[in-house]
């Protein structure tokens, strides 16, 4: 069945270092969409980014992803960590079982 | 724009106890989800439905009931609390091939 496997558990950085969280996927399915959702302390997870379409960059809110089915990869970047992006984030899938895989989530600290 | 409303916000329970937890959403999305999440921990997937009155098994339905009554509302119910259980759960909805808007959760503690 579909798979998601994200970097381990927790990613410790300084701010003002590049954020780097892994994410790579199975499916079967050659179009999938790839989904970063993000999880703020005390709050429900929340949309980061989203892509279906390989090789295009996505961006939001300083944070970017671009899907790679050659690797199928989507890892999360930023190129300057704040203290605000301290939080849990969750690689997720889609294929055409309509039904949405998500990773184990990755926990991101950022000290001052 | 729409909303998720999860009812109640903090359940408390007895071992054994059947305990239901209520969600509603006005986005008229087809797909709705119930997650549990443990303390610092991931999302787990307990139910999820495609349409009204459709069931589909998650990874963690053992113990779970779950029942879409209508396209707007999907109910999970406990069947027998665990003592000492503790977890948030989180229901969602999404339209098909688009992202997950999720409630604010239902707090979980049994005694």
């Known amino acids: 069945g579909d798979s998601v496997t994200q970097t381990e558990g927790l990613v410790t950085l300084t701010e003002g270092l590049p954020v780097m969280l892994n994410c790579t996927y199975q499916?079967?399915?050659?179009?999938?969409?790839l989904f970063w959702y993000v999880q703020h302390l005390n709050e429900s997870p929340r949309l980061l980014l989203k892509?279906?379409?390989?090789?295009k960059r996505t961006e939001h809110q300083g944070f970017h992803a671009t899907l790679h089915k050659s690797s199928s990869s989507f890892h999360l970047q930023k190129s300057s960590a704040q203290l605000s992006d301290s939080a849990l984030y969750y690689c997720?899938?889609?294929?055409?079982?309509?039904?949405?895989?998500f990773g184990t989530g990755t926990r991101l600290q950022v000290l001052p | 724009g729409g909303i998720i409303t999860q009812t109640p916000k903090f359940l408390i329970g007895q071992e054994g106890q059947k305990l239901t937890l209520k969600c509603q959403q006005n986005?008229?999305?087809?797909?709705m989800y119930w997650y549990r999440q443990d303390s610092g921990k991931g999302l787990r997937l307990i139910y999820y439905?495609?349409?009204?009155?459709?069931?589909q098994k998650g990874d963690l339905s053992e113990g779970y009931d779950a029942s879409r009554e209508k396209k707007s509302s999907f109910s999970l119910t406990v069947t027998s609390a665990q003592k000492n259980e503790m977890a948030v759960f989180l229901c969602?909805?999404?339209?098909?091939?688009?992202?997950?808007?999720f409630g604010p959760g239902t707090r979980l503690t049994v005694l």
């Open positions: 439905s495609i349409t009204e009155n459709d069931l």
């Open positions: 969602a909805s999404s339209n098909g091939w688009d992202e997950q808007y």
């Open positions: 986005f008229n999305h087809d797909t």
């Open positions: 892509s279906f379409t390989d090789n």
């Open positions: 997720a899938l889609l294929s055409n079982t309509n039904k949405v895989v």
């Open positions: 499916t079967i399915y050659s179009n999938p969409f």
